[in-house]
């Protein structure tokens, strides 16, 4: 069976137009700098962010660790958010692998880290603190529903941060879902961080690898950092070659798929028993809840789900996040809101 899969962006498979250009990557090996095809990835992506170089990284999260690992030294703080990916789903790797410290600051509902809060969490010099180095973002921010932080607000932020010698760091794993709801560029959003690390393989839909971007010198150092963790890669070209397509083309169907969430989105607000989050869905991703009186849990609405075609994960035991990406077309979208109601036994009237 082909199964309609909201559980994530990262379950896109590549794009037929991807696979042929795969097969045809011209390659050499990419520690020796020798493969044209990652060069010119790592050339457009600077470009597109407004960078002066960017590093090409097996995974989104090797490319945030080493972002922390070119700001920070052991026993350095981090401010993060507390419903962050960096804090909470990187398996601890800033203190397991950086003897980085991480000072979690409560991310508010619309996916920001309050000033006040950033400011109050700043260490002073005092020999029993640890020095705080670096402050991170989200954008967009999953956990509070796909929201992207706007670039006035970034700009507040780095403004902040650097006034107290700090670095800005950009998990933007999907930035330019986060550019293209806003309708602002990529570049503007990031300007005012000292590195950003974004996927190629979320709703742009390569087979893996993000890019992290930043100063010709933070690069010089992540590249180093990379050839540490085990990511200098070889004719990676075949899996570059993707990504050039995620730049150049993915990027900027992307509104589709916010369409398409919000249709989502408005079909199942008609469903009995679901309570779909008010603003939702702000990008690609749709966050609803089971209602009070629905008898059965989230787990046992899933299998439901899967026996009509449909993959969804629980986020707990009343809670769904549903994300559309290329392979989410206008029926997958209509067999979802059906699917739903029929796993709740909601027959919509006539
Ligand atoms: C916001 C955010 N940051 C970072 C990552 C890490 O990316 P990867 O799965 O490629 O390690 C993810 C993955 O889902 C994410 O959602």
């Known amino acids: 069976m082909e199964y309609i899969d909201l559980r994530s962006d990262t379950v896109t498979q590549p794009t037929p137009e991807m696979r042929e250009a795969m097969a045809e990557a011209e390659v050499g090996d990419d520690v020796y700098r020798d493969d044209p095809t990652v060069n010119r990835l790592e050339e457009l992506a600077a470009g597109m962010l407004g960078k002066e170089a960017a590093l090409f990284v097996p995974s989104g999260t090797m490319g945030n660790l080493i972002a922390l690992l070119v700001h920070c030294q052991r026993g350095e703080e981090v401010i993060v958010g507390n419903q962050s990916h960096i804090y909470l789903n990187e398996a601890g790797g800033m203190s397991a692998l950086g003897g980085i410290q991480p000072c979690p600051v409560q991310n508010q509902a619309d996916g920001t880290l309050a000033p006040e809060d950033i400011l109050a969490s700043i260490r002073t010099e005092d020999v029993h603190h640890p020095i705080t180095r670096l402050v991170c973002l989200e954008n967009t921010q999953n956990i509070c529903g796909g929201v992207p932080l706007t670039s006035a607000y970034t700009r507040q932020v780095g403004d902040l941060a650097h006034g107290k010698d700090l670095f800005l760091h950009i998990d933007g794993a999907r930035i330019f879902n986060a550019a293209v709801a806003q309708n602002v560029s990529v570049r503007e959003l990031v300007q005012p961080a000292d590195s950003v690390m974004f996927c190629l393989s ?20 992540a590249r180093h950092i990379r050839k540490m963790l085990g990511g200098g890669m070889r004719q990676v070209g075949v899996v570059a070659a ?9 990027t900027k169907r992307l509104a589709e798929d916010h369409a398409r969430a919000k249709k989502m989105a408005d079909g199942l607000r008609q469903v009995r028993g679901l309570i ?5 869905p702000y990008t690609n991703m749709v966050y609803l809840n089971l209602s009070e009186d629905v008898a059965v849990n989230a787990q046992q609405i899933a299998e439901k789900m899967k026996n009509s075609g449909v993959l969804v994960d629980p986020e707990n035991a009343k809670r769904f996040r549903l994300v559309t990406h290329y392979w989410i077309d206008d029926n997958a979208v209509e067999k979802t809101v059906s699917a739903f109601a029929k796993s709740l ?3 919509p009237p006539h």
């Open 202 to 221: 979320k709703g742009l839909a390569a087979p893996l690898g993000s890019m992290l971007a930043g100063t010709n010198k933070f690069i010089v150092r």
């Open 276 to 280: 779909v989050d008010a603003g939702s």
């Open 345 to 347: 036994n909601y027959h």
């Open 242 to 250: 993707a990504g050039i397509i995620s730049l150049e083309k993915m």
